[in-house]
């Protein structure tokens, strides 16, 4: 599924990881703790259908979402799909354009493999998030990046991610006519220490009296056994990554597209079962229950808490509710259901499959490798621009 690179036999133990892991080994530990995340998922799901029958009335009725569903409009529903194909595509190439900045070429469906396989991990598994950023990290390495640039990356990547979401959340807020008097009252105070700061921190003496402590508890972490390895991979950041301009408002732009078109896709799905609400409105939507799924993390992609904050949240927003149960249910099938089973063909496709039967295996590889070219070719951002960049450090076994 991607092109052969050569790759060290058994790299070092701390570059297994993005951090360097201590601790009680996990074969080492009672079932039931390895099992903890597993049983905790099950436990809540099963509580929560056991919780259905007593709500029944309360519930849409399943007949008329099936067929606001089913008589939703095509157009639309292409929308969708190419939304959230966007979404995810500006994520990859995000990573993928960090990999270029630290001197890295990587095949755009290697790119795309690695983002769906991850997103597949992360929403879908106990400590879903912890393990994607592992198999994401052991991926790039094997890709040739140095345990340095993909550890940077990861972190990079996720601080302009998580910042572009809440410049578009904020942005949500401000447009909403209900929201936009709050919204401003709470950004006041940021804003006006950030105007009293700026002039002060230009002068060398309080500057160095603002930053003392951060350098005091930098060197404390660079003293203490257990801390020094995180704080000197967090300290090499800057020195594997030096973004020009260019790249920033490439990355900004890539971030941005992330989650405006995951946006667009609930938004799609809304007009292709009639619903006509306004796009902030949309917006604050999918921030509400982006914000009720990260309350119920052991819930593997916020099932059942990000939909039934969706749907609540397009009622509010004038919208009835099977009509907005049908919406949510079209987008959550291809947002959530559709991309974990296109991830977890890549997962597949990148051999990570050795216990699976060889026809299988040769099954789900050749079906990785024709669904990643698709979404490589008909992705519609465009590529990078060629930049220069170094070969990357050669790594030892």
């Known amino acids: 599924m991607h092109e052969t690179v050569t790759a060290p036999v058994r790299p070092p133990a701390d570059a297994d990881t993005p951090f360097p892991l201590d601790g009680e080994p996990a074969d080492a530990r009672p079932w039931w703790r390895r099992r903890a995340g597993l049983i905790a998922q099950w436990t809540l799901v099963l509580g929560a259908l056991a919780a259905v029958p007593l709500y029944r009335d309360e519930l849409p009725d399943l007949g008329a979402i099936w067929s606001a569903a089913s008589h939703a409009d095509p157009g639309w529903l292409t929308m969708v799909v190419l939304a959230v194909a966007g979404s995810m595509g500006a994520f990859a190439r995000l990573q993928r354009r960090l990999l270029r900045v630290g001197g890295l070429r990587m095949p755009l469906r290697r790119a795309f493999a690695i983002t769906y396989a991850g997103n597949a991990l992360s929403t879908t598994l106990p400590a879903g998030p912890a393990v994607s950023v592992v198999y994401t990290f052991r991926q790039f390495r094997r890709g040739g990046a140095s345990a340095r640039l993909a550890t940077a990356v990861i972190l990079v990547g996720g601080v302009i991610t998580t910042t572009a979401y809440s410049l578009v959340a904020l942005l949500a807020l401000l447009a909403d006519p209900h929201a936009r008097g709050p919204a401003l009252i709470a950004l006041a105070v940021p804003l006006a220490l950030a105007v009293l700061l700026v002039p002060v921190l230009r002068r060398p003496g309080p500057r160095a009296l603002v930053t003392a402590p951060l350098r005091r508890g930098y060197r404390f972490a660079l003293a203490h056994p257990r801390i020094a390895p995180y704080a000197e991979r967090l300290a090499g950041v800057r020195d594997v990554l030096r973004p020009t301009r260019r790249d920033w408002a490439a990355l900004a732009s890539l971030a941005l597209l992330n989650w405006v078109f995951d946006i667009l896709a609930l938004l799609s799905a809304a007009h292709a079962v009639g619903i006509d609400v306004a796009p902030n409105g949309v917006a604050l939507a999918y921030f509400a229950a982006q914000a009720a799924g990260s309350m119920l993390p052991l819930l593997p992609g916020g099932l059942g808490a990000i939909e039934g904050s969706m749907a609540a949240s397009l009622v509010a927003f004038g919208a009835t509710l099977s009509p907005a149960a ?32 060889a026809r299988l295996k040769s099954w789900l590889a050749t079906a990785g490798d024709l669904l990643m070219d698709g979404l490589a070719a008909f992705a519609f951002l465009t590529n990078y621009t060629t930049v220069p960049v170094q070969t990357p450090e050669a790594r030892r076994p």
């Open 326 to 357: 049908a919406a949510v249910g079209v987008y959550r099938l291809v947002s959530y259901w559709a991309v974990v089973a296109v991830g977890w063909l890549a997962w597949a496709g990148l051999h990570e499959h050795a216990r699976l039967g």
